[in-house]
């Protein structure tokens, strides 16, 4: 599985973007996908998941419940991750994952800056 991430930037405090997953590959094997975060001198931490399932099942972490939203586009292999009312401690370099029955799957990493 090859994971394509796109979206990052610069915005105000308060403002939105939209991060983009491409996956391809051995698509079907995957059980869930969604992105991590890691801000300069923190660990990693999971942000979103969408699961493979009929229902699309979500999860988020709790700083962003409620401001961002995972969702998925079958059709293009996709998922996208819009963040609204974005906040300084969201800066962080965005990675999104796909992760298979015994794979786990890392795309490249997206910065998003939050200042004013």
């Known amino acids: 599985v090859q994971l394509q991430a796109s979206g990052g930037g610069s915005v105000q405090p308060g403002g939105s973007l939209n991060l983009s997953c491409a996956a391809s590959g051995n698509i079907v094997s995957i059980i869930h996908v969604g992105w991590y975060r890691q801000a300069p001198g923190k660990q990693r931490d999971l942000v979103a998941s969408?699961?493979?399932?009929?229902?699309?099942?979500?999860a988020y972490a709790g700083p962003v419940k409620g401001r961002f939203t995972i969702s998925r586009d079958t059709a293009k292999n996709t998922v996208y991750l819009q963040m609204n009312t974005l906040k300084p401690e969201d800066t962080a370099v965005y990675y999104c994952?796909?992760?298979?029955?015994?794979?786990?799957?890392w795309g490249q990493g997206t910065q998003v800056t939050v200042s004013s």
């Open positions: 994952y796909a992760r298979a029955r015994s794979q786990f799957y």
């Open positions: 969408i699961y493979s399932d009929s229902d699309s099942t979500t």
